[in-house]
Every structure is written in structure tokens, then in C-alpha cells.
């Protein structure tokens, strides 16, 4: 007997997560991700040297406009560092969120020719997202050394932050795919939210800047981004200071609801993918 | 006693007609605001039942719109039918398409695993097949380059050796082998004979009858989403030949497509004749729409046999014609050589289709004209002894 066993039928009601099925997936997941890694750099003069350029200019432009020209106070932390340690988590957050969205409307040939659990496209463009976060990392060391900084003893929270910001950013590149197939609008939207959230989260400025000049329920309001939770506690881990708002708490939790939500909106969405897409 | 692979309970699916297929928040809005009346329900497949024993080749066939594809698309998980219940045993590959997954910017090399893995090998399973796969394709000298620069053909060879070399104990094939040259065609029927004499449960469906009889033993016969008939391929397949019989030399669309480029309107038709005959040359005059501004379509004409069988086939190009690709309506006149028909069962096949970021798009393939010509000079009766074949040639003589 073969213990390879389907039973196919209509779909009602809740539908099962079937995980088991991705981590048989796992060889095709890491070569779809290896394909957008490949690609995203081909025929390119510089190549992989973008990866680097991107986000040192960026660090440029912050400390330009945060620094010199809006004089944001980040006290004895030399600015540079404060900006790199929002801008790491954030970088990747906003790769996977622009990059998802689009990623299984871009896999239609695929999804209307093949059976595979799709939620692997999602999550292949965010592997690719490692490398910038690697590169931010390897910024960060690279700042400290300059500025002979010694980091926090925080930062034994990092690994904590870094796995938030990851479920973070899968939470909304998830949650973007599927929405994406049902609604075309959020193609547009996402553009938007990705420079709406570089503002309203505290990436070049402090969270306090903020926060000190809200009441209570604007600041709730601003953590509902979990990003600006994760942004301030990736910092925190990092150049020590103050302990992040008790709202950043809002932040983790919002990211997990969301995070289990749409796993379940995902799989609903699946069932009719290669009828709508 | 056999085991069964597949049994299929009373399959159905519906689709929604008259419905645009991806929607908007106003579409969602105003479709809770009114009752919308435009859909209309479409049963592409109506309540199926049948049983497919392990080793079997099944061999689906029936016209455009039978269901074939969705029965195929429903077996091999890509959607799920609106009602009835499945159970397949065993590992199921389905070869929907070839090269689907290929990248243009990757390398020969690597979307041999890439496509290996989409189709459901392991990793480990591509690597001991590697050499056999280059060997099968025959592009070994490419390997390294992306295949962007490979010729469609060198293409095709490299995505079909992937699947041949998939060994599923269940393997679900669309029609794939209408791409390739005729020699590499022969090549993938005698892979997918191999599959079916190595005791594999293969459904297949094609529009090649010929292939059909060759390589299923048993076929099934859809007609507009109702299993019709089904028993020894021999039989089926006269079954279908006979309710395809009627002449039709004249086609005008009456659904509406989403496609990209489709035809509209297709005579067959000779000067000065009421009916298409073996004498004189037959005129293929045809209408066809571009939706949006293209940058290649590729337009193709095929004259078939009963069987299905290309007998050849003709594009513009080959008279160094430029193919428009701007949005429009066009209309195009094919004449083919004189005396060329012989009594016999024909019928044309017209494809538009494109070769885009290295997966074939069919925007269209219609099939729908059949005739058979009335005897009048041909030269397979008028001439003593007659001449055999399927086609007739006058061809120039010299004897010294």
C-alpha cells in the first residue's frame, strides 16, 4: 500500500494550516528563493555591490535631514549608529512588504499549472530579504567599531527583536499576497504604507519625540505599528538607554494575532488562488 | 485484484460566468449593495464518477470546453471542484505545462532544478537524474548560459527532458506535446510509452489521436462535463470521431474570451464553389482580435487529419509577412496550393499563441473547422491505380 494518500474535496468552513505539507516543500521553497536572489542582482554593472550601496546612502540622507538639519537629539549616541539600528529592521520589513505583495500574482503561471502549498512564494521573497538584513548587521558591527561603541549588555534581547521583526514582516507580506489576489487596490497601497510607516515609525528619530507630546491613547495608536515597537526594542538591544515605552508591548502582541490571522486568511484565499488570480 | 489510484465520487465545478475574475473593493462593495444579475452559473464538469486501477492509461478526450483541463486541474490539486470527493493513491505528478517555473535569467543548469523541484522532485532526486536529463535534452553545451538565449527549441527540450524524467507513480499529462519538432515529439511519446509499459498510472489527455490510441489503453469521453462514454480506446475514439464528423466550414465566436488575442471568425471556402472540393485551392479566411498592444504573438495555421495529426503546418512569416501586434481587428486570407485535398476528413487548427519570459501562452487555439472534400480530380482516384496518402502532390517528373 502507498502511504501517499490524497482526498480531494470541496472546501467549507475553516481551513486546515496543513504545515506538515510545507516543511515537505522545503527544497522547492529554498530554490524559489534562491531564483529571486539570482535574479534580483542579474545583468546588473554592480551586481551584489547594491546591496551595500542602498543602504549606506540611505544612512547618508538620514543623517543629513535627521541629524544636521533637523538636530534630533539622540545624546551621546553618535547618530549614525542610532539611525543604522532602526533602519536594519526596518530595511527588511519594507523589502518583504514590497516584494510579497506582488510575488504570487507574479507566480500565476506557476500557481495555475502546479499544486504546491503557495504559501512558500511569501515567504521565499523574504529569505531574500536576509541578505540586506545580514548587510545592515554587518553596518551596525562596523559603526561600533568606528565609534568604538560597546553595545548594551541588551544584547542578549537582539536575537529576541530579530525574530520579531522577521515574524513581522512575514505577518504582513502574508497578509499583502492574499489580499492582493482579492483585491488588486492593495498593489497600490502597498507603495504608500512602506513610506507612510519610513515617518511613522522611529527609525531617524527617537520614539519619545513622540510619544512625550502625545496623550496616552494617540501613543497606544502609534505602537498599533508593530514595527514601531520592534524598531525601538531592536535599538534598545543595542545602544541600551531608557527601556522601550510599555505601548512597544502593543506592538509584539498585534504582530502575533496578525500573525496567526493570516496564515488562516492565506489558506482561505488558496482554495480559489488559481480560479481568481 | 487491481488496487485503484484514482476514484472520483460525483465531481463537480462551477464557475461563475459574466463575473470579472479578480475584483476590487468597489466590485466587492457593490456586489453586497446590489444583487448582481449578469453571473450566470457554468458546470465545467457535471457530477463524475469513475475509477482509474493502477498501471491503467487512461486517455481523456472530447472538444474545447468538455472539461478535460479542469478535470485535469481538479486531479492534480490546482483547484478544487465545488463538490463531490476524490481519493487519489499515490504520488501524483502532473505536467500541466512544460518548463512551468523556468526563469529566462537563470542558467540551463539551474532551472533543471528549479522545474525538477516544481514538478515534485526532491533536490537529491534531480542531482542523480542530471546527467541522464542533459543527455535527454541534449543542450550540454549551454548549460551554463541563461536560458534567454536559448532558441525555443533548445527550450523545449530542456523543459520536456525535466518532466520525462519524473517518476510519480501517477502522472496526469495535458496536452504538452503539440510544442517541439516532430522528431523530438516522437522522442516524448516513446518517454511516455516507457511510463505506461513500466506499470505507471497515466492520464492523458490530447487532441492527437493517433498518440491517443498508441499509448492509453482505456479512454474517457467528456462531452460538455459529462463523462459520455468510456471503454477500449478503439471504441471511444470512433465514438468521439463520429459526433466530431460534421462538416463545418464556417465558425463565428459566440462566448466571450478574456484572452489576449483571440479569433473571431474562420471560413473555409473555395472560389467560385458552393462546396470546399479536391480540386482547385482552398481559401482559410479568417478574423482575429488583439485586446491590448502586444510585443510578439506568433499566428499559426495547421491542416490535420482525422486523426489529429498535423499534416503541416504555415505562418505568416514563412512569406515574409509582418504579423501586426498593435490592439485591433485583423482580418487574414490563407490560400493553400492547388490540388492539394483528397477525399478524406480534415480539419484546421489555428493557435495564436506567444513564447513569453520562457513559458508558451496559448491565447487561442480553435479546431473547429472540419471538412471533407468532394471528390472531383483527385489524384488518388482519377488516376489509375490512384495514389496513396493523405495529402496529394503533384510533384515534377523526369525520366532519362
Known amino acids: 500500500m502507498s502511504e501517499n494518500k490524497i482526498i480531494i474535496k470541496s472546501s467549507k468552513g475553516i481551513p486546515k494550516l496543513e504545515l506538515k505539507e510545507l516543511v515537505q516543500y522545503k527544497d522547492l521553497f529554498l530554490l524559489l528563493a534562491y531564483r529571486d536572489y539570482r535574479v534580483r542582482y542579474a545583468q546588473t554593472f554592480l551586481g551584489f555591490l547594491w546591496a551595500f550601496i542602498q543602504p549606506f546612502a540611505t544612512l547618508l540622507i538620514f543623517t543629513l535631514v535627521f541629524s544636521k538639519a533637523a538636530k534630533v537629539d539622540t545624546g551621546e549616541i553618535p547618530y549614525p549608529l542610532f539611525a543604522i539600528c532602526g533602519m536594519a529592521g526596518w530595511t527588511f520589513f519594507a523589502f518583504v512588504l514590497s516584494n510579497s505583495g506582488n510575488s504570487i500574482i507574479g507566480a500565476q503561471q506557476m500557481i495555475q499549472k502546479i499544486y504546491f502549498p503557495k504559501l512558500i512564494i511569501p515567504m521565499a521573497k523574504a529569505i531574500v530579504g536576509f541578505v540586506d538584513f545580514g548587510i545592515a548587521l554587518l553596518f551596525i558591527i562596523c559603526i561600533c567599531i568606528y565609534y568604538q561603541f560597546i553595545p548594551s549588555s541588551n544584547i542578549i534581547f537582539l536575537p529576541i527583536f530579530i525574530l520579531m521583526t522577521i515574524l513581522a514582516s512575514l505577518t504582513f507580506g502574508i497578509w499583502l499576497s492574499a489580499l492582493t489576489i482579492r483585491f488588486r487596490d492593495f498593489q497600490h497601497v502597498v507603495p504608500f504604507l512602506v513610506q507612510f510607516g519610513l515617518y511613522a515609525t522611529p527609525i531617524g528619530y527617537p520614539a519619545e519625540l513622540i510619544t512625550n507630546s502625545l496623550p496616552n491613547w494617540a501613543s497606544l495608536i502609534y505602537f498599533l505599528n508593530p514595527m514601531a515597537g520592534l524598531v525601538e526594542g531592536f535599538r534598545w538591544s543595542i545602544i541600551g538607554g531608557a527601556s522601550p515605552n510599555e505601548f512597544a508591548y502593543v506592538s509584539f502582541l498585534v504582530t502575533i494575532i496578525l500573525f496567526v490571522l493570516g496564515l488562516f486568511y492565506f489558506k482561505k484565499v488558496e482554495e480559489v488562488m488559481a480560479d481568481i488570480v | ?400
Open chain 2, 1 to 400: 485484484m487491481s488496487e485503484v489510484a484514482i476514484k472520483v465520487n460525483g465531481l463537480s465545478k462551477k464557475f461563475t460566468i459574466g463575473k470579472k475574475k479578480s475584483s476590487s473593493f468597489r466590485d466587492s462593495l457593490s456586489s453586497v449593495l446590489y444583487k448582481s444579475k449578469s453571473t450566470q452559473d457554468f458546470w465545467a464538469l457535471n457530477n463524475l464518477n469513475f475509477e482509474i486501477l493502477k498501471g491503467e492509461s487512461i486517455g481523456i478526450i472530447g472538444k474545447n470546453g468538455a472539461g478535460k483541463s479542469t478535470l485535469l486541474k481538479i486531479l492534480s490539486r490546482i483547484t478544487k471542484p465545488s463538490s463531490g470527493r476524490i481519493e487519489i493513491n499515490g504520488r501524483v505528478s502532473s505536467l500541466l505545462e512544460v518548463g512551468t517555473g523556468f526563469h529566462p535569467e537563470l542558467t540551463g543548469r539551474e532551472n533543471i532544478y528549479l522545474n525538477g523541484t516544481i514538478l515534485g522532485m526532491k533536490r537529491s532526486e534531480v542531482k542523480s537524474k542530471f546527467d541522464e536529463i542533459v543527455d535527454f535534452s541534449g543542450v550540454e553545451k549551454f548549460l551554463d548560459t541563461p536560458v534567454k538565449r536559448y532558441s525555443s527549441g533548445m527550450y523545449v527540450r530542456l523543459a520536456f527532458a525535466v518532466a520525462a524524467h519524473l517518476e510519480p507513480e501517477i502522472l496526469i499529462i495535458d496536452e504538452v506535446l503539440s510544442v517541439g519538432d516532430a522528431e523530438f515529439q516522437k522522442k516524448c511519446l516513446g518517454k511516455m510509452d516507457d511510463a505506461t509499459k513500466s506499470g505507471r498510472t497515466v492520464l492523458f489527455v490530447s487532441h492527437n489521436m493517433s498518440a491517443v490510441e498508441k499509448l492509453c489503453s482505456k479512454c474517457f469521453l467528456l462531452k460538455q462535463g459529462q463523462l459520455k462514454y468510456s471503454g477500449s480506446s478503439s471504441q471511444t475514439i470512433a465514438k468521439y470521431l463520429n459526433f466530431a464528423e460534421s462538416n463545418q466550414h464556417q465558425w463565428t465566436r459566440e462566448s466571450t474570451v478574456k484572452s489576449k488575442a483571440y479569433f473571431t471568425y474562420i471560413k473555409a471556402y473555395q472560389e467560385n464553389q458552393l462546396d470546399i472540393t479536391t480540386s482547385g485551392s482552398l481559401n482559410i479566411e479568417f478574423t482575429y482580435e488583439i485586446k491590448e498592444d502586444l510585443n510578439s504573438l506568433k499566428l499559426h495555421l495547421a491542416l490535420l487529419d482525422n486523426y489529429g495529426q498535423i499534416i503541416f503546418s504555415s505562418a505568416p512569416e514563412d512569406t515574409g509577412i509582418e504579423k501586426p501586434l498593435k490592439k485591433g481587428k485583423y482580418t487574414s486570407l490563407v490560400t493553400l496550393p492547388k490540388d492539394l485535398l483528397i477525399p478524406m476528413k480534415y480539419s484546421l487548427k489555428l493557435i495564436l499563441w506567444d513564447h513569453i519570459a520562457g513559458s508558451f501562452i496559448h491565447h487561442d487555439i480553435n479546431e473547429e473547422i472540419k471538412f471533407k472534400p468532394i471528390e472531383t480530380q483527385s489524384l488518388i482516384n482519377n488516376t489509375s491505380g490512384g495514389r496513396s496518402g493523405i495529402v496529394a502532390v503533384k510533384c515534377k517528373w523526369k525520366i532519362e
